[in-house]
């Protein structure tokens, strides 16, 4: 694991725009969601020692051949800090809006309120073999896992990106797996890359996106970022900042399924159950992009604080740790700022996305950046 | 409880407006919320059979004396259906968004997936008298309640009214309560009215409001209403239709508490499992508002569908019921109804809400129903 | 409130046994459950400023009257500390076992992870009257409830005494409410007092009995205190030890409801979520007496630490704490203590109970000590 | 798939005494759990057209080399039914008892109420492995998996078996699961063997076990299986029939830690809430064995109804079922059913497995027959 992995991505014209094409994030467009201060890179990376790697898998083009192509998928990792997770667990928890969905973890996080490993984002059929690559690098990282009664408890998230991949084809390999690991930087890209290659939001390509928000007291200062893997709704739903996308209904299909995964971190110093309060409030954010939590998507909210990290090894008799007062209007803000990013990483995700030519030539377009800018402006 | 009540309001300046200005629900001035077709009333009452009751209580002015007054409060009852609602019970659900709230019943709900009283609102501190009053209402029509092992489980809201009225000296009697199950109607008021005489919402009046949404199919159709008892949120983060009411940040108290209670009717056959899937959308709606569930904000779901009715007496070894199919569009559209009716009953219940003038000569002003409707005209 | 109360319980034939005949708790006897050591009373007021009050109600003969009589219920009040528990809250949590049952509170004990009211425990009717008297003391105590936008959360719980008392009359008065919060103490009675003075347990007479565990290690000890108000189960279920009390099946009635409240106090230091974890391993202890969670019992537990208080008024931007360490047999043993205490409690409710004849001469006897004996030596 | 899988297991001499060496499960001892009839088979067989299949890997002896052996695990598989799973869903729910447990797929049949694959058991670090093979294998039977919209949730439990196996060796591959799958019966053994093949519980030897209860009225009749896979707990604790196994304590690790996957079968009819309410019941069956429900056991609860099939393809707007009426005996006796099945089918995973030798020659030794039916003739 410790030689630099030398993946090459086999690009083809699909991807070629993505290096011509110039993608904006809201900020860069001028506009933001709420009344918080984003953090500097807004994503969820300001969260100090919080980095993202990502494996975009791309080959073949047009019919589907089930097994075999064309393949328009990824991996996309959060490390939720830069040091060993499984001896070093950092707070967490989740919160469930429509599971119709097939992330694994949950029960082990609900439970101890802790996440052990990596998190990890993919294709929905493609969870056992990145769940199966992730278990092995956490057990060669930590040779004691599995001796006396110890395991690891690993979460992968999931959005099904059959529109545009072969996904019965379960392309993603080990070595995918570790190139997203390998890769995970806090300078990361957002848009069709990742888990997020074959992914589709509210008509349009989505995938990665990515924004944070700054808390603010007198005396201290915390961070929360969000990161989503968007694909989910309909164009006829799209709205941003308030504002509908299309004013004349289009025809779509009647089912408007698909996803999405939430991941928010926070050095907010915060326990499990204080976590949970701020995951409720993500639905929130969604929902003012033009979600309504279609019956068939997916909608899972995890989150962690990388303040008050557990010692795996320690054998004291009791922790001490500190947490925000809820009282306050620090943790207000903290709710606030959960709704604000996760509706602003949504658009990220449409905004930094490419458009992206998939299985039997199934096409799903970048949003007009031009168009946006227009909306945004009247 | 045969006779005719005959309770006169103790009607004060506060309330004279009430009869002079015209105030109009959203759809009367040419709006409504998303694209599904709104029922006859616009209201919970659209449900066949549903029927909603008040008993507003307005008494004394000027200074608070804690236990004296100014009295600004009330209840409001919901009837699932017009007969015997302990021995015809509701299949119902409920969705805690944020519990910091007082709303007693729930525990059995999620159990048995049934309610089997009336649905009561009021103020935090009155719901023991209120509970007391509504035992001894069934008990009443029911004698043999209590009797082996039965009991009878009571489902009763709050907000807290202390902004206007005197919330210590817990006003409502029991006349009160049975005023408002004794003028249960389909036509009734929304505002400063029953439960919501006292409550503000996003920096106005607010109170009780209601809106429904028809979901149709080429062969039937149903009706999903909603009430709700708003008293949540700040003037600053108020939003109608996607458009923030005031430009300018206002200086506004740092605890933005209060709370909100969504009751949710439909005549769509649903089981408990499915109405909760329903009522964990309410919150998007909620969202779409201005609300970002703060701290101390009790924010509760309650949802019953007036299909399949269990009937208490019933020896059946078996129950037979029919329910919708959740891979449908009309399962979808009832998860868009739930969002579509909410945001607009919270709307309602500001555009209804008449200024009340209560303790220390606090003053909560109606909203301007010029100012809304130069702000949608843009 | 601060005047000695002086109720005079109006004492019958039904209560001279009382005094007359010894009744004896398990360990008593010369057994105990499990394998850990008790605390010195073998009761939640082990549990350092602990204490349980009660308030007795007995009243008539004969046959029922309802609304007149005869009356056998009561009042338990169990006070976290001995302090002002609004503005020193305690850490709770709580699990429904089975929620075919009345208790109020639990959404925000959920929500907060607190109590902040002293716990009370009553029939199942008598719940609003009580809650209604605990509103009243505790504001009283804390004027500024209700002000801005606060409130009280009270949690009361409730079995259903109406086997042997008029359940419909709903006896209980503000009065002893305020006499078991007056009465309250370490060396509080068990059986047939307080809200168990007519409740029924496994055929035979049930009510209050407590119990409690000490978790010990090198250089530190905690105390895990159960209280239980048992009405619950059948004859022929009654098992004492791993014994069954009876080995010839007995008819008896085809509906065997009830319910248990379980209430758990502890001075180890603990989250809400690790109170949780404990509150699912009481059905563990009341499963070995032989319940089997009936349909119609409303089976919950509410546990609170009694470390680690929370000061109502801390306007701190964050709260420091200690917590066990879960990976510790500590923790392991506070698992263990919750079942073994929970077992004995219920044990110890039957066999400090005596025999009542409540309404209708319905008459419920008190098991007896001598076959406990003679069943245990085999 | 079609064609006969001929995988021949390496027996070594670990296994021998099982040909030779005679179990008995309880019944076959004269002897069972509580009141219930038992079915015919006392398995979860009982329950019409669920089956279940078994592959036992056995391989190498002495020292543990991580990931080369020696290797003491397996797979066992529940089928639902016979027919085809995806395309005709069962009823169900699940409990999780206590979450420090990996499994997997609950996230989707909590919030459905439906099981859509085979269900799966493995140790803990084989999932991703089985949970790959378990979608090929319904991907292939179902062509439609993953176009459009459309994807499958599996369900794969486990217990830890490092105390005998190489867990890091992760050693069932595609072919094992095949086994188990092709090799489904009504007629499975029990013991050591399948994913009980290296598990041990309450310090013996443990495993796979079943159990079955016969629920009757005057007019119908149901049955309700249960089957484990038992891993967990102390010979200190172990209680059979209310009698504990060894009366002086034995030295154990400190770390009593371990699993439980309980799967319920049943045909009696039972929505989601329903079925929810009777695994919340299995933790008190499990409790008289010995079980404290220690941290770091993983107990989940799996529950299925075969009645009420859920037809994949239908395009029906609405679904008519019949569930049993909650307030029959029947309800009543399927709750006691659950208790009495999961701790006899914990017995019986003890009383079935053979002693068997793994890694570093750790060894567990079979429960004796002659010391249990000498302690049970007492």
Same mark, same amino acid.
Request: hydrophobic share 25%; proline share 6%.
């Given at each position: 694991m410790k030689q630099k992995l030398n993946v090459k991505l086999k690009l083809t014209k699909v991807m070629e725009e993505k290096v011509t094409i110039k993608r904006s994030k809201l900020h860069e467009l001028g506009f933001q969601v709420g009344i918080l201060e984003r953090g500097?890179?807004?994503? @969820? *990376?300001?969260?100090?020692d919080v980095t993202v790697g990502h494996s975009t898998i791309i080959a073949g083009e047009g019919e589907l051949k089930p097994g075999f192509g064309p393949v328009r998928t990824g991996v996309t990792i959060i490390k939720?800090?830069? =040091?060993n997770v499984y001896r070093r667990k950092v707070r967490a928890s989740s919160y469930?809006?429509? %599971?119709?969905g097939k992330t694994i973890g949950l029960v082990q996080v609900e439970e101890l309120?802790? @996440?052990e490993s990596y998190i990890c984002l993919t294709n929905t059929l493609n969870i056992p073999k990145v769940a199966e690559t992730l278990i092995q690098y956490h057990v060669d990282e930590n $040779? &004691?896992? =599995?001796?006396?009664?110890s395991t690891i408890n690993i979460v992968v998230g999931e959005c099904h990106d059959g529109f545009l991949n &072969? @996904? $019965?084809?379960?392309?993603?390999q080990k070595i995918h797996v570790l190139e997203a690991i390998e890769s995970a930087t806090s300078d990361f890209e957002e848009g069709s890359? %990742? *888990?997020?290659?074959?992914m589709s939001a509210l008509g349009f390509k989505g995938g990665i996106g990515s924004s944070s928000r700054i808390i603010k007291t007198e005396d201290r200062e915390y961070v929360l970022g969000t990161l989503v893997l968007s694909n989910f709704g309909r164009k006829n739903d799209l709205t941003i900042l308030g504002r509908k996308f299309i004013t004349q209904t289009e025809e779509e299909p009647k089912k408007d399924d698909g996803s999405i995964i939430i991941v928010i971190a926070t050095? *907010?110093?915060?326990n499990a159950r204080q976590l949970n309060r701020l995951a409720k409030r993500a639905p929130m954010g969604l929902a003012k992009?033009?979600?309504?939590?279609?019956? %068939?998507s997916g909608d899972v909210v995890i989150i962690f604080s990388t303040e008050n990290k557990i010692d795996h090894d320690s054998t004291d008799q009791t922790i001490s740790m500190e947490t925000v007062n809820e009282n306050t209007k620090i943790f207000r803000d903290l709710l606030r700022a959960v709704i604000e990013s996760t509706e602003e990483a949504i658009l990220n995700s449409l905004l930094m996305a490419t458009t992206v030519i998939g299985r039997d030539n199934n096409k799903k377009e970048a949003i007009s950046i031009e168009k946006v800018k227009e909306i945004l402006s009247k």
């Open positions: 500097e890179k807004n994503s @969820i *990376a300001d969260v100090p939720p800090h830069s =040091g469930v809006f429509n %599971g119709y309120g802790n @996440i $040779q &004691d896992i =599995g001796v006396d009664t &072969d @996904i $019965q084809g379960r392309h993603v890359i %990742g *888990a997020g290659t074959g050095n *907010a110093p915060l992009t033009g979600s309504y939590g279609s019956h %068939g």
